[in-house]
């Protein structure tokens, strides 16, 4: 399983707001019954390359379905193999190693 990260953002919006837009974006993830997280400035992914891949393209798509006429998407994918990696064990490591950190100082 892999984890990614996109970031779908329309130019030349009728306004500076892009949350309608985006939300467009995540209603994509949302019929794929992917397991995603939104954050304030992206959205995390998990799954298959091959299904991250896919899903990507489809909410770039979706502002430009909408009539836009620019869209700049970042997706950055972690595609690990030595082991099983999900979002929340991700997050679970990083807090772990910050305890262990406290405790020694």
Known sequence: MALAEISV???GTPTSSIGDWIAE????????????????????????VS????????MHETALKKGIQRVVTTLTIDDRRDKEV?????????????????KSK
């Open 9 to 11: 953002i329309p130019i």
């Open 25 to 48: 974006s995540v209603r994509v993830l949302e019929k794929e019954k992917i397991k995603y997280e939104v954050s304030s400035m992206g959205t995390l992914i998990e799954g298959k």
């Open 86 to 102: 999900t979002m929340k064990s991700k997050v679970s490591s990083v807090k772990r190693r910050l305890r262990a950190s406290a």
């Open 51 to 58: 299904d991250i891949f896919r899903i990507a393209e489809k």
